[in-house]
């Protein structure tokens, strides 16, 4: 939050609708920039950090109210296999947060007058093995293993005091549950957010227990879904408002499908701002897109809200 008279996310959340952000690694890729490897956006907090406040600054500047850091592929374990060692890639994790912080400063400073917040994202254990995994969950890890792979990086981004974790693209309920036991204590509230495939996450579960772990946590401000297809929306709205009474969080893809041997997305866009209404209607108070909606269709989304 950048001013101290805003409102909490959680109060926004609670007043009415709130315009989330569009897919960093598009805009990204928009600007000339070569995300073809391992840590996709994420390799640029080391080599391009500017580059990456520049497209939080392009979507604060498209109507977003709230910047989703470029930390989904930011972790430890990650940042290690291309030889950064841990102090450093704590930094990195922290300077994430960073950097869409300037980007609200430099919006306010363009004379952006509404309330923006900054999300950072911990994305699922699949992102980090980058083999597409986060489409499929079942990773053979016990919860309490995936707990130990999460908390580190949340007590980090935690300490850098965003708004809000964006605990998000969650293919699998046992991973959901090692996020809700991880998030736990750290001072910090928190969306979570599936990836899923109709009425069930991608790895199979019914969307009401995947929902349901979070029901009991005091920190989850939104739950809801991310990276699907907008035809999976709706549905997926309804259950998350009747199984967990919390505002719901939707951002899907543009409709197209992810290759991941290929690193490339096939098929054609089926994300439309008429659909908004009816997901707000639906329970929806949190709303955006992930990979392939950029900031012409955050600013269409934010007039289809009348934010704009």
Known sequence: MI??????????????????????SNQLESAGYDLSDELWSARLLAERPEAVAEAHLAYFRAGADVAIT??????????????????DAARLLMLSVDLARDAARQARDEGVERPLWVAASVGPYGAMLADGSEYRGR???SVAELERFHRPRMEVLAAAAPDVLALETVPDADEGAALMRAVRGLGVPAWLSYTVDGRRTRAGQPLE??????????????????CCAPDDVEPAVEIAARVTGRPVVVYPNSGETWDAEARAWTGRTRFGAGQVGTWRDAGARLIGGCCRVGPEAITSIARALGRA
């Open 3 to 24: 001013s101290n008279t805003s409102p909490s996310l959680a109060d926004a959340l609670a007043a009415g609708t709130v315009v989330l952000d569009g897919g960093m």
């Open 70 to 87: 470029a930390g989904y592929q930011a972790t430890f374990e990650g940042f290690a296999r291309r030889g950064i060692g841990h102090d």
């Open 139 to 141: 990773y053979g890890l």
């Open 209 to 226: 227990e995947a929902f349901g772990l979070a029901a009991d946590v005091e920190e989850v401000i939104a739950v809801g879904v991310n």
